[in-house]
């Protein structure tokens, strides 16, 4: 199995930028998709980004698109969200996630919870206004 641990959260000011990193362990982390979550208070939990195993292939939703990027470091066992241009509804506490190899393909599931396997504890995110 993998085991996850999130960094780098905190407070930024709007238009500010912060990189969350995911460490990881386990035998099989570079065969693993890596999501994003976010989840602010009273929402449920959304999709933020994805990235494959290979690092070929990475998916943003709609509302991050162009201001987050999602990457991935197999050699260090590390997965990195770059998050610029801040805004204040971005706040929320960051989730990443792993996905082992399987059906349905990524690119079709990348944006469910239930795709993922294994989650990190979260790192609250704020972005004052």
């Known amino acids: 199995q993998v085991q996850l641990v999130e960094s780098g959260g905190g407070l930024v000011q709007a238009g500010g930028s912060l990189r969350l990193s995911c460490a990881a362990s386990g035998r099989t982390f570079s065969n693993y998709a890596m999501g994003w979550f976010r989840q602010a208070p009273g929402q449920e939990r959304e999709f933020v980004a994805a990235?494959?195993?290979?690092?070929?292939?990475?998916y943003y939703a709609d509302s991050v698109k162009g201001r987050f990027t999602t990457s991935r470091d197999n050699a260090k066992n590390s997965v990195y969200l770059q998050m610029n241009s801040l805004k204040p509804e971005d706040t929320a506490v960051y989730y990443c996630a792993a996905r082992r190899s399987g059906f349905p393909a990524l690119s079709v599931s990348y944006d469910r919870e239930s795709a993922y396997q294994y989650w990190g504890q979260g790192t609250q995110v704020t972005v004052s206004s």
């Open positions: 990235i494959s195993w290979s690092g070929d292939y990475d």
